[in-house]
C-alpha cells in the first residue's frame, strides 16, 4: 500500500498528514481473478500482529457500515509547521462527498469498484491474532466468530480540502531552542506473508 511506504509517510507531512513510523502496516497478497487464495497481515515495530490468510469464496457477507455510503464527507486536522518551527498553523479541514465540478468528473471522490470486490465467508479465513510488546490489540479485541472478509478495490479523488476552523501557534526563539530538526530517513522493508 502505498500510503504505508516510508517515502509516502514522508510527503505526506507537508500535506497534513502526520503518519509516524510506529503505525500499522497492512500487506495483502493474491486474491486475483482465477487465484483465489490470499493472505493478509498487519505488523507494528516489526512485530506481527494479526495474520489471515484463506480462499475467496465470493460468498455474501454483511458489509462493513461505511461499505457503499458514498455521501459522507471527511474531516482532518492538518498542522502546517515552519522548518524552524517558530510557527505551527492547525487547520481543520473538510472533505466533501461529491466531487467539484472543476474535476470534470461525475460522482463521489470515493468510489468502490464492484467487479474487482472479493468475499470470503468465515468458514474460508484462518485467522490469528496476537499482543506484542507496543500492543495488546490480540487480548483487547477478542474474536469469538469470523462473520466473514470482503477486500475492495475503490478510486479515491482527493480535492483541495475546504478549511473549516484555522490558528497559528508561534514560539519564542527560546522554546526552538529545544526544539531537534526533523532528519530524513527511508527504511526498505519487504514483508513476506505468511502463507505465500
Known sequence: MYLTQDSA???????GFPKKMAYIRATEHGGEKGDDFYAFSMTRNGYL???????YD???VTPPSFYGKTD??????????????ASSEWQLTYLPSKLPPAFNVE?????VKSELTRTASGDSVDWFQQATP??????ELK???????????????????EVAWSETYERP???RGYATPYQYGLRQQFPIHQGA
Do not use: C
Open 9 to 15: 509517510v514522508d510527503a505526506g507531512r507537508v500535506l
Open 49 to 55: 500482529m494479526h495474520a489471515s490468510q484463506g480462499k
Open 58 to 60: 465470493d460468498a455474501a
Open 72 to 85: 459522507w464527507g471527511r474531516m482532518n486536522m492538518k498542522v502546517v509547521t515552519r522548518p524552524d518551527v
Open 107 to 111: 460522482g463521489h471522490r470515493f468510489q
Open 134 to 139: 507496543f500492543d495488546n490489540m490480540g487480548a
Open 143 to 161: 474474536i469469538t466468530e469470523v462473520k466473514g472478509l470482503i477486500s475492495f478495490t475503490f478510486d479515491l479523488v482527493i480535492p483541495p480540502a
Open 173 to 175: 526563539a527560546s522554546y
